[in-house]
């Protein structure tokens, strides 16, 4: 139960501020009441972690602060014979919304009952995401940690300190999926919200809302701990906040949520920063026209205070260990284009926008590789070059139900339709949803102009889709017929149903010819290894020993690539007996190991001397497919 509390929390908070701001509206409360949220999230872990206060007890001490507030708010509130107010669904919806209306709340449920059911098994959570969730809960603390991962200390931590809530309120990794879902539910509200602002209709905001949920890219993360679409979640907001902010003469509020939602964003991912200059950019622009030089530099210099504020602990923990506020400098060039010109533009604009282009016929995909290449012949660019590649390869593959891969080719054409549309008809269109088009595309150019080509590239393309999903829906709902509208929104919830179900690795059924086997019916802990089958014996097997040999100090002498989180989870993280630390040397963390750390086992993987056989005491007990295992005598039972 003590899991709910941060739930718990953000309603009493959008309660409150529904009533105490009702000019708000209930969806421009529902968002604003996230940003604050996460703002107090992240600066309150941030105090706990100064005084090693991350505990259950800390955090359950530190979300009953906002519920306790708020039940004192409604005591007085009806002392004063005044009533509380609730969210009213009043809308008449026609058969045909409801039927879209069905579809949405399917792919919602379907995408909980995935994120409830299978655990944490992305890549990069068993890497580092969750990783690094499990040493803060250990340590009680948000500092950084010796590690063979350096991302597990150097990355922003928003996303992974929203996962450490549940985790350490829940005792264990069930719910921490569920961060992202909620992104997903968020940013569904946003779009709707400023598909609103911008003069969509009511069908033209159901097709918002169903734009996003079916994104594939989108479904894959929505059951996950990736961190993209807690981006987009942010980014939504700032754009919902800039809407507005266009649309009437500012308040303090306006200022002070984009401020906020910039803050968690930065404070989350480094693509956060191209996606909010754009926006930026354009809020300078009316700032500039509205307010006179003086109060522009007051709003200016709070705005920067309010993120500096919000990104302090992360930026002052980069410091001190890497000398860098956004962490290892070399991990930071390995992403970003080492050559910037017209033609770096144009290859990295056209190869992310093939990441969304796979077909599933091989001819239409040969020839959409061969037209990509043919350019970059003309332009004199090598398509694979690494000046402005992270991957050297190039190709143009299927649809894909990978979560690293998926595309979302059927929104591509729709955001290709839509801007022909807007384009041939824009003497119809409301300039502002023009404009907003105009910077949500802009934000796809400079990610193109910023960040290498990667074949995994289209995650990082999450918040682009998301957040052209009001445009879609103003235009079409505009421009198209209702009947074309709602059977556009049925074709896209058709479309999505692979990744629904057969989305690897999270299948709730197998997809024929494939090994991977459907999470309801593998056991839990056994998908951790779906990624990595050849690990999932020796893990059992060495985790087996040390729980027999009553061990519970851990040494882990890993390489940075390894999975390291199923062993937390297997050996029953977070557990007040347990530790588990890295034996490493030569990166920028290995200064931060207990020198008083005495393990009783130590686990090595192929990055290990060959030979080997015996350290810190311990002999080898344990080898197999380059895992071995170095482990003392039977330990006393814990009193």
Avoid at 76 to 105: C, M, N
Avoid at 518 to 538: G, N
Avoid at 546 to 565: D, F, K, P, R, T
């Amino acid at each position: 139960m003590l899991a709910l509390l941060p739930l718990v929390a953000f309603i009493c908070i959008f309660l409150v501020a529904g009533n105490l701001f009702r000019l708000w509206g209930w969806r421009r409360t529902f968002i604003r009441s996230f940003v604050a949220t996460g703002s107090f999230m992240v600066l309150g872990n941030e105090s706990l972690s100064l005084i090693g206060g991350i505990t259950r007890l800390g955090l359950a001490v530190l979300w009953s602060l906002p519920i306790l507030a708020a039940c004192l708010w409604a005591v007085r509130t009806l002392q004063r014979g005044k009533s509380i107010s609730l969210p009213e669904w009043r809308v008449s919806f026609t058969f045909g919304e409801w039927v879209l209306l069905l579809g949405a709340v399917s792919i919602v449920g379907v995408t909980a009952a995935v994120a409830w059911i299978a655990p944490p098994n992305t890549w990069d959570s068993l890497t580092y995401h969750m990783a690094r969730v499990a040493h803060w809960a250990q340590n009680h603390s948000l500092a950084p940690f010796a590690t063979g991962n350096e991302r597990q200390n150097f990355m922003p931590p928003a996303a992974e300190t929203a996962m450490l809530q549940v985790y350490v309120l829940a005792g264990g990794d069930r719910l921490v999926n569920f961060v992202e879902w909620f992104a997903m539910l968020g940013s569904v509200v946003g779009v709707t919200l400023i598909a609103r602002d911008l003069g969509a209709a009511r069908l033209g905001q159901v097709f918002s809302a169903l734009f996003v949920l079916t994104l594939p890219m989108g479904i894959a993360q929505a059951s996950s701990t990736m961190t993209d679409y807690v981006v987009a979640f942010w980014t939504v907001c700032i754009a919902s906040e800039s809407v507005w902010l266009i649309q009437r003469r500012s308040v303090p509020a306006e200022f002070a949520f984009i401020a906020l939602a910039a803050g968690l964003a930065i404070n989350t991912k480094p693509t956060a920063f191209v996606y909010l200059l754009p926006f930026v950019v354009s809020i300078l622009a009316v700032w500039i026209r509205r307010y006179r030089f003086a109060r522009l530099l007051r709003l200016g210099l709070m705005s920067v205070a309010i993120i500096l504020v919000v990104n302090a602990g992360y930026i002052s923990r980069n410091m001190g260990l890497f000398g860098n506020p956004l962490g290892s400098s070399s991990r930071i060039s390995g992403h970003a284009n080492e050559i910037l010109d017209w033609r770096v533009f144009i290859s990295n604009v056209l190869r992310n926008a093939s990441l969304h282009a796979g077909t599933p016929n091989p001819y239409v995909n040969k020839g959409i590789a061969l037209a990509v290449r043919k350019i970059h012949q003309l332009i004199g660019l090598d398509p694979a070059d690494p000046q402005t590649s992270a991957h050297l390869t190039f190709r143009i593959s299927p649809p894909s139900l990978n979560e690293a891969k998926a595309g979302n080719l059927a929104q591509a054409l729709l955001i290709l339709a839509a801007s022909i549309l807007a384009l041939w008809k824009r003497r119809s269109l409301d300039p502002l949803a023009l404009g907003f088009a105009s910077i949500v595309v802009t934000t796809f150019l400079v990610l193109s102009l910023t960040f290498k080509f990667s074949t995994f590239g289209s995650r990082y393309h999450l918040p682009f889709f998301v957040l052209f999903a009001p445009v879609a829906g103003y235009v079409f709902a505009t421009l198209v017929p209702p009947k074309g509208v709602r059977l556009i929104a049925l074709g896209l919830i058709v479309a999505c149903v692979p990744w629904l179900v057969n989305l690897d690795p999270r299948p709730l059924l197998s997809p024929g010819g494939s090994n991977v086997p459907s999470i309801l019916t593998r056991p839990r802990d056994s998908l951790y290894f779906v990624l990595d089958p050849s690990a999932e014996q020796p893990y059992r097997d060495m985790v087996s020993a040390i729980q027999g040999a009553n061990c519970s100090s851990v040494g882990l002498m890993l390489s940075g690539g390894a999975a390291e989180y199923p062993l937390w989870a297997l050996l029953g993280a977070p557990r007040p007996d347990l530790t588990l630390e890295a034996i490493v040397g030569g990166t920028a963390s290995a200064r931060l190991a207990d020198p008083d750390f005495e393990p009783c086992a130590v686990l090595c993987d192929a990055s290990c001397a060959a030979g080997l056989t015996s350290f810190r005491g311990l002999d080898q007990t344990y080898s197999r497919s380059g895992y071995r295992l170095f482990l003392g005598g039977p330990q006393p039972a814990a009193p």
